[in-house]
């Protein structure tokens, strides 16, 4: 499994605007407080958002298979997307490739 750091990697995903789950997305397809809700949904100071497309996805899939995750549901694609955080990485790499050499 991959490795998070918890005070930054993790908040980017979090704070991620694209990964807000709006209300009407929350009732209708992640079934939020009803049988078959999604176990990927995650409450944030700035609301719900969406945390399949991110490392804490294979947490959630290992809980939810040993029992300890109540919520069955894996009822969309998800919301935001996973590639952003890697393009990111790529980027910082690149620019300090570039500082250095």
Same mark, same amino acid.
């Given at each position: 499994?991959?490795?998070i &750091?918890i $005070?930054?990697t993790? +908040?980017?995903?979090?704070? &991620?605007p694209?990964? !807000? =789950? /709006? +209300?009407?997305?929350? @009732?209708?397809v992640?079934?939020?407080?009803k /049988? *078959?809700?999604c !176990?990927?949904i995650?409450?944030t /100071?700035a609301g719900?958002?969406?945390? %399949?497309?991110? /490392?804490?996805? $294979?947490?959630?899939d290992r *809980?939810?298979? @040993?029992g300890w995750i109540?919520?069955?549901g894996d $009822?969309? @694609?998800?919301l *935001?997307?996973?590639? %952003?955080?890697d =393009? %990111?990485e790529?980027?910082?790499? @690149?620019? %300090? &490739?570039n500082?250095?050499g």
């Amino acid at each position: 499994m991959q490795a998070i &750091d918890i $005070n930054e990697t993790l +908040n980017e995903y979090f704070d &991620d605007p694209d990964r !807000r =789950i /709006p +209300n009407a997305h929350l @009732e209708s397809v992640c079934q939020y407080k009803k /049988p *078959g809700a999604c !176990r990927y949904i995650s409450l944030t /100071p700035a609301g719900f958002c969406c945390v %399949k497309k991110t /490392p804490v996805k $294979n947490a959630l899939d290992r *809980g939810f298979l @040993e029992g300890w995750i109540k919520a069955t549901g894996d $009822n969309c @694609e998800g919301l *935001g997307d996973y590639a %952003k955080k890697d =393009i %990111k990485e790529k980027d910082k790499e @690149e620019s %300090k &490739d570039n500082l250095q050499g």
